[in-house]
């Protein structure tokens, strides 16, 4: 029994069709935050899950020639909201941050440091509560919920930090990888979640008609899962990204870029 973690989100459906209803895999559903904690506590074998699990002293296993969900200009779904008072990024003096993802949030807290030249003060908000209801001058989310808010939101000016990560650093972003608890290697679990990889990217249009983001055009996600979603990488361009981010956030990346190496000759 593989037991599997995802995140609740549009953008890894295509990456783990089917895995639900297979009789070796114990699938479970959670924010990235959780994921972590149960990768880390050894409650899962290995997770659809944040990046930033694969750097600094307690990095995870991070499956090198694996699908990942990455962009290379322009996400979509990782954004940074202005709030209608603030007219320019420069005046960003708070960020209230997703409390679901430490890669986001880290992500946001680069490009504002190193493409803007600040480094607000960052308010923490608990989940289920309305981040636009802080009183902040800037809110970070990712996922589905980002998604939804250039809708419901639209008086907030919306930053896409892939899109700032590109122009910045040149390099793709990785966001998310199939990563292992210790003990574990990915690559066990290969054929199982190729297998998914492959029935999922086939049935992109699908997805989207099942996913319950109803508000937005169908048009546009199909768009979104097939265009600007990232879903292979050379290996090589996976290193160079993830080792940049780590750089930028003070966190080693030598054992997923000397994981990578070894995998790639």
Known sequence: MFRIGTVPYLVARPLTDGLELDSSVQLTVAPPSELATLLQEGELDLALASSILALGNDALNFWAEGPVIA????????????????????????????????????????????????????????????????????????????????????????????????????????????????????????????????????????????????????????????HTIHYRLPPEDICRAIAEFGSRAGLDSGRICSAIHSVAR
């Not at 960020?95 to 440091?113: F, K, Q, V």
């Not at 899109?163 to 990888?177: I, Q």
């Not at 992109?204 to 319950?212: A, D, G, H, W």
Request: charge should be negative.
């Open 71 to 226: 962009c290379d200009g322009p996400i979509q779904s990782v954004l940074l909201f202005l709030a209608p008072n603030i007219r320019s990024p420069v005046q960003i003096k708070s960020l209230a941050l997703d409390p679901h993802s430490r890669t986001g949030r880290e992500l946001a807290r680069i490009c504002l440091r190193d493409a803007v030249g600040v480094e607000p003060e960052t308010i923490q908000v608990s989940s289920g509560e309305d981040p636009f209801e802080c009183g902040a001058d800037a809110i970070q989310l990712i996922g589905d919920p980002a998604l939804l808010a250039t809708q419901t939101h639209p008086d907030w000016e919306i930053i896409d930090l892939g899109e700032t990560w590109k122009s910045l650093t040149r390099l793709p972003f990785v966001f998310a990888g199939w990563i292992s608890r210790p003990g574990f290697a990915p690559e066990d679990a290969a054929p199982l979640l190729e297998a998914a990889a492959e029935r999922g990217l086939k049935r992109r249009p699908e997805l989207v008609q099942s996913s319950s983001l109803k508000n937005l055009p169908h048009g546009f996600l199909e768009s979104y899962l097939d």
